[in-house]
């Protein structure tokens, strides 16, 4: 008899990879997904722990499932993820109804846990760490579908300790994952018309640097760009401090690696970079960054900043407006600067009023918008290659890609041209995506 189970995903692009995993392996059980909780035996949140009160949002968000577990007691609801990494046996104390945690290293385990819940009436609870050579056995084989593009895992962890942040905390040191390994599995996803791979890791560009006899990230992406059937390679997310010359020349020699970077920089004041433990200079970085459009002037570059950091001045703020008016970030993702416990800076006194930290949040929003829809817009009339991924949300015949700097475009064409990389004239530049023309050849060629 078949199971059904429903899951949210909360969180970056590695949640997205472990929500692929628990979809494997709860196939592998007799588990079938399904769109809405009320169909589901099982209920699911892989969450994430990084935006402000998140763990409130989860506890929250998990109310809303207790109506079903009152109507249907034999309902199993589990949370895993960087929340339940974080508070642990704590959901269980404040949430009766909840059966299930696991956390960041234990999802090979969620089989073994669900089945002592459901023939047992135990609840469980697994949050340990596990060690490094455990965790390497573990990186995740996940069964493929038809898309044209997949994230690949090529590490995990991260050892850098920024003073803001929980990663290391909820996902534990830094492993990298044997190239081999990754390189086989690229291969297979190639054999299965895969065109793009995204290489993840919380630090892609320290790669290696821990495992003897190991390749560098740059090395690992020259393996990569040999592969017959890629089309375009991307990774996220970067550390500046290890952005090596090396890997700098990349984007000058491999003409499949995507002409875009994301490349934090948080803030543009020496004085928070430092609080912030971030290891580097403000003069460092946009050196950096120099020596990226030198290699490829036709690099785009976005970016993560945190807008009031415990001491951050008005100086200091625009510090970071003058940084991003000079590197002219093709976007950002700004964030308010919210506390996490266990954090080195949770213990830093706020010095901004909130007021006043939103209304330089407003500041920097508007600069940006600037800058990226003069960027945008001077793409149109322009003939961009864009990797066809599906049929576009717009609905009837249109299609969507990307072009190489991730920038979604919508356009009429047929369906043949699904993992095929056309030339497509952009007409319009709208906030979030762009629309363009097929270029004649190319409907042609589909033809």
């Given at each position: 008899?078949?199971?059904?189970?429903y899951?949210?995903?909360?969180?970056c692009?590695?949640?997205?990879?472990?929500?692929?995993?628990?979809?494997?392996?709860?196939?592998?059980?007799?588990?079938?997904?399904?769109?809405?909780?009320?169909?589901?035996?099982?209920?699911?949140?892989?969450?994430?722990?990084?935006?402000?009160?998140?763990?409130?949002k989860?506890?929250?968000?998990?109310?809303?499932?207790?109506?079903?577990k009152?109507?249907r007691?034999?309902?199993?609801?589990?949370?895993?993820?960087?929340?339940?990494?974080?508070?642990?046996?704590?959901?269980?104390?404040?949430?009766?109804?909840?059966?299930?945690?696991?956390?960041?290293?234990?999802?090979?385990?969620?089989?073994?846990?669900?089945?002592?819940?459901?023939?047992?009436?135990?609840?469980?609870?697994?949050?340990?760490?596990?060690?490094?050579?455990?965790?390497?056995?573990?990186?995740?084989?996940?069964?493929?579908?038809?898309a044209?593009?997949?994230?690949?895992?090529?590490?995990?962890g991260?050892?850098?300790?920024?003073?803001?942040?929980?990663?290391?905390?909820v996902?534990?040191?830094?492993?990298?994952?044997a190239?081999?390994?990754?390189?086989?599995?690229?291969?297979?996803?190639t054999a299965?018309?895969?065109?793009?791979?995204?290489?993840?890791?919380?630090?892609?560009?320290?790669?290696?640097?821990?495992?003897?006899?190991e390749?560098?990230?740059?090395q690992?992406?020259?393996?990569v760009?040999?592969?017959?059937?890629i089309e375009?390679?991307?990774?996220?997310?970067?550390?500046?401090?290890?952005?090596?010359?090396?890997?700098?020349a990349?984007?000058?020699?491999?003409?499949?690696?995507?002409?875009?970077?994301?490349?934090?920089?948080q803030?543009?004041?020496?004085?928070?970079?430092?609080?912030?433990?971030?290891?580097?200079?403000?003069?460092?970085?946009?050196?950096?960054?120099?020596?990226?459009?030198e290699?490829?002037?036709?690099?785009?570059?976005?970016?993560?900043?945190?807008?009031?950091?415990?001491?951050?001045?008005?100086?200091d703020?625009?510090?970071?407006?003058?940084?991003?008016?000079?590197?002219?970030?093709?976007?950002?993702?700004?964030?308010?600067?919210?506390?996490?416990?266990?954090?080195?800076?949770?213990?830093?006194?706020?010095t901004?009023?909130p007021?006043?930290?939103?209304?330089?949040?407003?500041?920097?929003?508007?600069?940006?918008?600037?800058?990226?829809?003069?960027?945008?817009?001077?793409?149109?009339?322009?003939?961009?290659?864009?990797?066809?991924e599906?049929?576009?949300?717009?609905?009837?015949?249109?299609?969507?890609g990307?072009?190489?700097?991730?920038?979604?475009?919508?356009f009429?064409?047929?369906?043949?041209?699904?993992?095929?990389?056309?030339?497509?004239?952009?007409?319009?530049?709208?906030?979030?995506?762009?629309?363009?023309?097929?270029?004649?050849?190319?409907v042609r060629?589909?033809?």
């Amino acid at each position: 008899m078949a199971k059904f189970f429903y899951l949210e995903t909360f969180g970056c692009q590695m949640n997205v990879v472990d929500s692929e995993q628990i979809v494997d392996l709860l196939g592998r059980v007799g588990y079938q997904q399904v769109d809405t909780p009320e169909e589901a035996g099982l209920i699911l949140l892989n969450t994430c722990s990084v935006r402000d009160k998140a763990e409130r949002k989860v506890y929250g968000h998990l109310g809303r499932f207790k109506p079903l577990k009152d109507q249907r007691p034999e309902l199993i609801i589990g949370v895993g993820g960087c929340v339940a990494q974080q508070e642990g046996e704590k959901l269980l104390e404040k949430l009766r109804y909840v059966d299930l945690v696991f956390g960041t290293h234990n999802i090979h385990r969620l089989p073994e846990m669900l089945a002592g819940v459901e023939q047992e009436g135990r609840r469980r609870l697994e949050t340990e760490f596990l060690d490094a050579d455990t965790r390497r056995a573990l990186f995740p084989e996940r069964s493929v579908s038809d898309a044209v593009t997949r994230f690949v895992t090529i590490m995990q962890g991260c050892d850098n300790f920024c003073s803001y942040c929980i990663v290391p905390h909820v996902r534990g040191r830094e492993i990298s994952r044997a190239s081999g390994e990754i390189l086989a599995e690229i291969r297979d996803l190639t054999a299965r018309g895969v065109k793009e791979v995204t290489l993840l890791g919380q630090n892609v560009n320290s790669y290696g640097l821990r495992e003897a006899g190991e390749m560098s990230f740059a090395q690992l992406l020259h393996a990569v760009h040999e592969i017959d059937g890629i089309e375009r390679i991307r990774f996220t997310t970067s550390h500046p401090k290890d952005l090596s010359a090396e890997l700098i020349a990349c984007f000058g020699g491999l003409p499949k690696l995507a002409k875009h970077l994301h490349l934090p920089v948080q803030c543009g004041a020496d004085p928070v970079l430092a609080a912030m433990n971030r290891g580097y200079t403000r003069a460092q970085y946009l050196e950096k960054v120099a020596q990226l459009k030198e290699v490829c002037p036709e690099i785009r570059l976005t970016s993560d900043v945190i807008v009031g950091f415990p001491g951050e001045t008005e100086a200091d703020f625009g510090e970071t407006l003058a940084l991003v008016e000079a590197v002219r970030y093709a976007d950002i993702y700004s964030f308010l600067y919210s506390p996490r416990q266990g954090t080195a800076a949770a213990e830093l006194a706020e010095t901004l009023d909130p007021k006043d930290k939103q209304a330089r949040f407003d500041r920097l929003l508007e600069v940006q918008q600037r800058i990226s829809g003069e960027i945008w817009q001077g793409d149109v009339g322009r003939v961009l290659p864009v990797l066809v991924e599906g049929a576009s949300r717009q609905g009837g015949a249109q299609l969507f890609g990307r072009t190489t700097w991730n920038r979604i475009v919508n356009f009429a064409g047929p369906a043949e041209l699904i993992g095929r990389v056309v030339s497509v004239r952009i007409t319009t530049a709208l906030k979030n995506s762009q629309i363009g023309e097929l270029e004649m050849d190319e409907v042609r060629a589909a033809s």
